[in-house]
């Protein structure tokens, strides 16, 4: 019996499945940067002037990239750049880094520093296409161009690693700040490239992000599907990101069973007026003001129209019914409700990256 490990928030949960119940699984095959080939990208930052490094997401390239430049301004003798991080993983931060490192709560409302220079590993979007430090940036500091990003949007379903208009919006947003970015491409083999400049160049990465993460795959009627890290499945809100990844592939009438801890709750403004009763779908379709992840809200309900999604979660279970998913509470009873309701022999594929898989 193979074992499957699979992430699971912090932690990885081990799938016992019958091979005959595994389906091949979808492999990446790119390379990967080396150690000298990082250095010598990160040589364009002029760490000799004060730098404050904003963290918009956190993951292992991005740890990489940091220690790389800790390693830099020690062996330069100047000053480690502060790191500028969420409350919510601040302690994580502090606990991978040398504690010399002048490490604080990210807590500005506007972006006036033009000593900033942002971070993230970028990942797919159901708005936009692509998940970028611009469309971060908009998403946490333009309310205004969020709205005119979710109705300039194709339809009511995702569309995860297109080129789309509404990633001009963010564009546009982030052109008029005098700020600097660091752009992370990477999939489970380790980190492809990066990218230094101004937020609206960095982007650029896009194409040759989709270009590595992409697999062809004949529609199947059963996943499991893990984000395949913490990042990714802090909340309910991101982490259902990774269904559309795959959505395009699922038969009709099929089970997405998706793996996220949620260990940080539902994740946006919507999710939890929807759980409340004071926001519908409907009303988002038609929405006169934006609402942090309500176009995350708008695709669920769409893609639950063609399949069933299932949730293993720590979310209690009368949330997760809200959202119409079938709650599990472990990957177990997800395996064993799939060989009760669709057979013994059903064929599973298994989704280990969701997050930077993309399959077509």
Known sequence: MPEIWLNYGNND??????????????????????????????????????????????????????????????????????????????????????????????????????????????????????ETNSTRLTKRFGKSEMLEAFKKRNNDTPNPGQNLATIQVANNFVD??????????????????????HPKSTMSLSNLFAKSCSQSLEPHKTFILSTGKDASNQTLSKSVSSIWNCNTVVKNQGLVILLAQCLNGLGSESFQQFVDGRLSVEKIKNASKYIDGMENLLYLNEIQKKMQVGLVSIL?????????????????????????????????????????????
């Open 13 to 130: 949960v081990v799938l016992d499945i019958l091979a005959e119940n595994l389906d091949e699984k979808p492999a990446l095959d790119s390379k990967t940067m080396d150690e000298s080939e990082i250095n010598e990208k990160l040589e364009s930052i002029d760490l000799s002037k004060s730098v404050e490094i904003a963290l918009l997401n956190y993951t292992n390239s991005v740890q990489t990239i940091l220690t790389k430049i800790f390693e830099k301004c020690e062996n330069k003798s100047i000053s480690k750049p502060k790191l500028l991080v969420d409350k919510r993983i601040l302690p994580l931060v502090k606990s991978k880094n040398p504690e010399d490192t002048s490490i604080i709560e990210f807590e500005q409302d506007e972006i006036t520093n033009s000593n900033l220079v942002f971070i993230s590993e970028m990942e797919f979007d159901g708005l936009f296409g692509f």
């Open 316 to 360: 209690p279970e009368t949330y997760t019914k809200k959202f119409n998913m079938i709650p599990f509470d472990g990957v177990k009873k997800g395996m064993d409700y799939i060989l009760k309701n669709q057979g013994i022999r059903q064929k599973v594929q298994i989704i280990e990256d969701g997050a930077r898989v993309l399959l077509r």
């Open 176 to 197: 008029s700040f005098d700020i600097s970015s660091i752009e992370i491409i990477s999939n489970s083999n380790g980190m492809i490239d990066f990218s230094v400049g």
